[in-house]
């Protein structure tokens, strides 16, 4: 008797982990995989604010640089804006626009950003400054504390594909429903002519935030 008491202790026992690893497993199959950053950090369902419908298509013509001399609009941006898509609309629009990552700029915008500019041969009125949300308050910091900037232009070029042609595989396990709204930075354009920068003033950087809206 001892022994088959035992035997259901154990049978019991080992019953309760296979339904708690057969449980675990089905939440894992049904649960989307996590796409944008705020959802991969925040631990937010990929169902309620995931990527439902595919983006409206950018023309290949509208995906393209100028050299920094020669454009209206200077972007200083991170992934969210290296894929050249937004920036898109600004060319079909007629401008010229160059694209450069914070790293080339070594994720700091100093004292002498206006002469940097000048020096870079920028002549356009209009520099947007782009940052995801999670590092914005590290750049403006570090920004704030920089006197001189170290590195010459180095502009990022566009992206070899085409970019966000559609819904990420990693979204298409996402049931259907209503549009769900993608976490994306917000823009922040900073306008004047080149001595007179907004993003130039520690005083006035508020690069663009991002949010998850």
């Known amino acids: 008797m001892e022994d088959t008491k035992s035997a259901r202790t154990w049978l019991r026992i080992f019953a309760a982990g296979y339904l708690v690893c057969c449980a675990l497993l089905l939440v894992s199959l049904f649960t989307p995989i996590p796409y944008g950053d705020l959802t991969r950090i925040g631990r937010i369902s990929e169902r309620e604010f995931g990527w439902h419908e595919p983006p409206p298509p950018i023309p290949d013509a509208d ?3 100028w050299p920094i001399n ?8 991170d992934s969210f804006s290296v ?14 626009v160059t694209t450069t990552h914070w790293d080339n700029l070594g994720g700091v915008l100093c004292d002498d950003f206006s002469g940097w ?19 914005l308050y590290d750049r403006i910091e570090k920004s704030e ?5 170290k590195h010459s232009f180095k502009p990022t070029p566009p992206p070899s594909g085409r970019p966000a042609d559609g819904v990420p595989s ?42 998850g809206t």
């Open 63 to 65: 995906v393209k640089t």
């Open 70 to 77: 020669e454009s209206d609009i200077l972007v200083i941006g």
């Open 83 to 96: 894929r050249y898509a937004w920036q898109s609309k600004l060319v079909g629009a007629g401008y010229k």
């Open 117 to 135: 500019l000048q020096k870079s041969g920028f002549k356009g009125k209009v520099v947007i400054v782009e940052s995801i949300e999670r590092l």
């Open 145 to 149: 504390s920089c006197k001189t900037m």
């Open 170 to 211: 990693a979204a298409r396990r996402v049931a259907a429903g209503p549009v769900a709204r993608r976490s994306a930075p917000a823009r922040a354009v900073h306008s004047g002519n080149n001595r007179t920068c907004a993003s130039c003033n520690p005083a006035h950087r508020h690069a663009a935030r991002s949010r």
